[in-house]
């Protein structure tokens, strides 16, 4: 006996729709890898993340009454940061709450390795070492400075992009020693 044959026009109909839900998920599924390989504006990163981020346009972020600036490059405050911070070309990463817990010379550290991947892209040892460079050329890094960026550092286990906390550190002290204060270009 054969089984009784669906009309076409219903088989097309299912199909259709079938395509169309596909469509969507992958769509939605799109939306969200493009935060991960694409590299969304501030104004993109806040209209997908709707609540709790706030854009710090560049030159006016403040921790502890000192000035943080990365050039043109605009901040991204987000609470729920995984990370004390992050970037994407184009702007920065701040986790406020976990930011606030670093001493100063920690967070200047930080901020100028965050600020160092909108010039070196996503390698964290030249991050590191355009921190290093940048804090000697403007005087707040100092040998001392660096011990204290070390220690802080070298608690890192290291994951998949980066180094060994102690590597790092041995890294920084190559930088350092090869940076020339007030002259160094970055």
């Known amino acids: 006996m054969t089984q009784p044959q669906m009309p076409k026009l219903t088989r097309n109909v299912i199909a259709i729709a ?3 839900a596909l469509g969507a998920v992958a769509l939605g599924g799109a939306r969200g890898l493009q935060f991960l390989y694409a590299m969304p ?3 993109e990163y806040l209209a997908y993340k709707r609540s709790g981020v706030t854009v710090v346009p560049a ?3 403040n921790f502890e009454n000192q000035s943080f600036a990365c050039e043109r490059f ?3 405050l987000n609470a729920n ?3 004390y911070g992050a970037a994407y070309f184009g702007f920065i990463l701040i986790n406020p709450t976990r930011f ?3 001493p100063l ?3 200047r550290y930080a901020y100028a390795h965050e600020c160092g991947h909108q010039y070196v892209g996503y ?3 030249e991050a590191d070492c355009y921190a290093i460079r940048r804090g000697k050329r403007e005087g707040w890094l100092t040998p001392a400075v660096l011990g204290e960026i070390c220690a802080f550092i070298s608690k890192g286990k290291g994951d998949d992009v980066h180094a060994l906390g102690s590597r790092r550190c041995e890294m920084m002290r190559r930088c350092y020693a090869r940076a020339r204060p007030g002259r160094e270009p970055l």
């Open 81 to 83: 940061l995984d990370d």
């Open 18 to 20: 079938a395509f169309l």
């Open 74 to 76: 605009p901040a991204v």
């Open 41 to 43: 504006t501030a104004d």
């Open 105 to 107: 010379p920690i967070k």
């Open 123 to 125: 390698n964290e040892g």
């Open 100 to 102: 606030e817990t670093l």
């Open 59 to 61: 030159g006016k972020l």
